[in-house]
């Protein structure tokens, strides 16, 4: 087809909107709902970026009063990394504890709760 034959086409197969009131009250509810979408996404988009915002500021300011006391109080810095490098020595092992944990309550929940295919009786 060429361009006059499709443009042609187009303007031949135009569709005509006759006077229905319910159509446009449709169509009307419809625009407003795409536009309360548009302004609940635009809500949670200005609210994501305000938290984001709001972490970065506090974990500054954090990071700075860390700073500040390690420089001023270095005795006490020594004591904290040193506090510190323990509870991360004892993460494997309190790890293993934990994934033990889980894994016997998963396998006795597991025995303890029938499948549907049992719970039925033929």
Known sequence: MSDKNIEEFLRN?????????TFMLRTIQNIERVEGIKGEVD????H???????ALGIGMIAGLFIAAAMILF???SAILIKTLRDALGAIPYSLKLFITTVAILAVSLGLA?????????F
């Open 113 to 121: 709760v029938p499948s549907r295919r049992q719970s039925r009786t």
């Open 13 to 21: 197969s135009r569709p005509e909107v006759k006077d229905n009131p």
């Open 43 to 46: 809500r949670q988009r200005s």
């Open 48 to 54: 994501g970026r305000a938290a984001v915002l709001a």
């Open 74 to 76: 270095p005795e006490a």
